[in-house]
C-alpha cells in the first residue's frame, strides 16, 4: 500500500483503508427537501460588473470577484492559483452564494504527489466538485486518492459527492460531520442553496442532492491527530473540536510547510458564527501560533493565502474578543438578548466585508453562548 496512515488519537473510526479502495464504496445520503420560499433577496452576493481575479492568492489585496457562467459544463476546469509547486489553490467568492457566484463563496486546494492528488475541501455543490475534479485533472493525471473534509458546512462540503464517483478515493472528515449528514440540519441548508441554484445541486438520476459519509472519521480528543503520507508529502490532520461546526479539522502540509486553517481564521472577511464555540476559537488560536506558527503559509477557508505574520490570525481573535466583551458587558447590565444585539455594533470592522451580514447573527450567538457559560 502506497500511502501510510499514523495516527495519536483515541476513539479513531476508520473503515475500508484497502489500497486502491473499492469503487462507489462511499456511502451516500439523499436529502430532498421541500422547498423554501425566501422572503428577501440576496444583498451580499457577487456583482458581475465587478469581476476582478488577483494576479496570486498569496497576500491578495482582496478575494476574486469571479462569476460562475450557469451553462459552464462539469467537465470546465475553474481557475486555479499554484502556491508552491504542485500545491494548488482556489480561491472563492467573498459573498453569500447567489446566481452569480454559484456557491463558489470558499476555497479549496490540491496537492500533485508522486503517488497521487491530495485534495482539501469539495467547494459547494455536487456541480463545482464536479468542476473541481476537472480541474485537477488540467493540471495533473495522477490519480486523485483522497478528499479531506475540513468540516461540514455547505461551501467546503457539498461538493464531495463528486468524489465519490471516483474509483479508489477515500474521504476524510471529523466525526461530527457524519452526526450532521445524518441530521434533519441539512434539510435547511440544501433546501436554501437550492432556492437558488437548484441545477447545480443536483447529484442523482433524479437531480436529488446528496451528501456523503466520510470513510476515514477523526474523533478523539482535541489537537489529537493522524498523518497520511502520500508520495513524498505528509498530512498531518488534527482534530481542532467544534470550534466553528459540529466538527473542524486543520491540515498540516508538512513538506511544503503549509497550513490549511480553514475556517478558523478568516480573511478579508467577518466570520460567522452559528455552530461552534468562540471560547474554543479563541483557544484553537493560540493553539494554532504556538503549533503552526513556523509555517510558511496559511491558507483559509475564505480569503488569500498568508505569509507570516498571519495577520488574519490576530484579526479573527481581536474580532471574537471584542464582541464577546460587548455582549459579556450587555450581560452584566441585564440587556435582553434584543436590547444586546441593538447595541452590538462594532464600528471598527463595519468596512470589512459580511459585517452587515453577520455581525447581529453573530452577536445573537454569542450573547447565548456566554449565557451558557455562566451555568457552567
Ligand atoms: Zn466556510
Known amino acids: 500500500m502506497s500511502v501510510r496512515v499514523l495516527s495519536r488519537l483515541v476513539g479513531l473510526v476508520w473503515l475500508c483503508l484497502h489500497a486502491g479502495g473499492v469503487a462507489g464504496a462511499i456511502e451516500r445520503v439523499t436529502v430532498d427537501p421541500a422547498p423554501l420560499q425566501l422572503e428577501e433577496p440576496q444583498r451580499f452576493g457577487t456583482d458581475p460588473t465587478k469581476a476582478w481575479m488577483p494576479k496570486s492568492a498569496i497576500d491578495a489585496p482582496r478575494a476574486p470577484t469571479y462569476v460562475v457562467r450557469a451553462d459552464a459544463g462539469d467537465d470546465e476546469p475553474l481557475p486555479a492559483f499554484e502556491l508552491v509547486p504542485g500545491t494548488w489553490m482556489l480561491f472563492g467568492n467573498i459573498a453569500e452564494v447567489d446566481p452569480n457566484n454559484r456557491g463558489f463563496n470558499g476555497n479549496a486546494g490540491f496537492v500533485v504527489t508522486e503517488e497521487g492528488v491530495v485534495v482539501i475541501d469539495a467547494l459547494g455543490t455536487p456541480k463545482l466538485g464536479w468542476r473541481l475534479i476537472a480541474t485537477i485533472r488540467s493540471k495533473t493525471d495522477k490519480p486523485i486518492r483522497w478528499l479531506i473534509v475540513t468540516h461540514a458546512h455547505p461551501d467546503h462540503f457539498y461538493g464531495a459527492v463528486a468524489f465519490a464517483d471516483l474509483p479508489g478515493v477515500h474521504i476524510v472528515a471529523h466525526e461530527g460531520t457524519e452526526g450532521y449528514v445524518r441530521s434533519e440540519r441539512i434539510e435547511r441548508s440544501v433546501a436554501y442553496r437550492k432556492a437558488f441554484i437548484p441545477e447545480d445541486m443536483g447529484a442523482d438520476a433524479r437531480g436529488r442532492f446528496q451528501a456523503v459519509i466520510p470513510d476515514l472519521r477523526l474523533g478523539g480528543p482535541r489537537y489529537g491527530w493522524l498523518e ?20 473542524d479539522l486543520v491540515i498540516h502540509q508538512k513538506r511544503a510547510n503549509i497550513a490549511w486553517v480553514s475556517d478558523l481564521a478568516f480573511n478579508g472577511r467577518v466570520t460567522f458564527m452559528g455552530d461552534g464555540h468562540t471560547r474554543e476559537m479563541l483557544e484553537n488560536l493560540d493553539w494554532l501560533t504556538r503549533e503552526l506558527g513556523d509555517v510558511r503559509l496559511m491558507v483559509p477557508g475564505h480569503g488569500g493565502a498568508q505569509r507570516p505574520p498571519f495577520p488574519m490570525v490576530a484579526k479573527t481573535r481581536a474580532y471574537i474578543e471584542a464582541l464577546r466583551a460587548k455582549m459579556a458587558a450587555a450581560i452584566e447590565d441585564d440587556l435582553d438578548l434584543q436590547e444586546a444585539v441593538d447595541q452590538a455594533d462594532l464600528p471598527e470592522w463595519r468596512d470589512v466585508p459580511l459585517y452587515e451580514l453577520n455581525h447581529r447573527l453573530n452577536a445573537n450567538f454569542v450573547y447565548r453562548e456566554l449565557e451558557q457559560e455562566l451555568f457552567e
Do not use: K, M
Not at 488534527?238 to 466538527?247: A, D, I, L, R, V
Open 228 to 247: 497520511l503520507h502520500v508520495g513524498e508529502e505528509t498530512f498531518r490532520i488534527y482534530n481542532t473540536g467544534t470550534h466553528h461546526s459540529h466538527g
